[in-house]
């Protein structure tokens, strides 16, 4: 069983940085970045102002990265009869909807939290500051990740599914958003746990969440 899990993120992983469509791992990162980028020239040239709103704009942008790939999370794996194959080997839904989260936190989680360095420089950032938010990103991307993927596989084969899957996801992924972003404002401690637990239990439902999905979608 390890070397098929192992066989399925390899697969996964794969598929998502290098061959995906909708440019692989980088179009995440490269619209984080654009948003960071373009802050600044919106709210003017006001180095308080942008220090004390900066952290959250980091997350909102993060969100919206980890929104860009869901139309390629589980739709093409259905519409190729992946997951009728998975399941004649004895591979069941909820095991590779669990590998496909893993797979999809690591093309954009880490990605996102090295481009932070950068968006925090053009923030104005201070390290305390920018400390909370990478640990906050370390603590709720994981949520994102597992929200994206249930998602995707309860939209996989609607018509409009891609558009859908992003209007489900913003209002679903609000109360990790809030507690990562108020960590700025609490000092750390309280809203770092809260976005943690809430990132958690995201993680525990998306397999089984997921996995039905799927098994409904191919009928």
């Known amino acids: 069983m390890n070397g098929r899990i192992a066989a399925l993120l390899r697969r996964d992983l794969a598929r998502l940085l290098l061959r995906g469509r909708g440019g692989g791992a980088m179009l995440p990162v490269l619209f984080f970045l654009s948003v960071a980028m373009l802050y600044p020239f919106a709210v003017g040239p006001d180095a308080p102002l942008l220090a004390r709103t900066g952290?959250?704009?980091?997350?909102?942008?993060?969100?919206?990265?980890?929104?860009?790939?869901?139309?390629?999370?589980?739709?093409?794996?259905?519409?190729?009869?992946?997951?009728?194959?998975?399941?004649?080997?004895?591979?069941?839904?909820?095991l590779v909807i669990a590998v496909r989260v893993i797979a999809h936190w690591l093309s954009f989680g880490p990605p996102l939290m090295l481009a932070t360095l950068p968006a925090a420089a053009l923030l104005g950032l201070d390290a305390k500051t920018l400390r909370v938010v990478e640990i906050g990103l370390l603590a709720g991307t994981p949520g994102l990740a597992a929200l994206g993927v249930t998602v995707a596989a309860l939209t996989a084969g609607l018509r409009g599914g891609a558009a859908l899957s992003g209007l489900l996801v913003i209002p679903m992924a609000v109360p990790v958003l809030i507690f990562g972003a108020g960590s700025l404002g609490t000092g750390g401690t309280s809203g770092l746990a809260l976005t943690a637990a809430a990132s958690l239990v995201l993680i525990a439902i998306a397999p089984f969440a997921g996995g039905a999905a799927v098994r409904a979608a191919r009928g």
């Open 55 to 94: 952290g959250g704009v980091i997350w909102v942008a993060a969100l919206l990265a980890a929104i860009l790939p869901l139309d390629r999370l589980v739709e093409p794996d259905i519409e190729l009869g992946m997951f009728d194959q998975w399941a004649l080997r004895g591979i069941s839904e909820e």
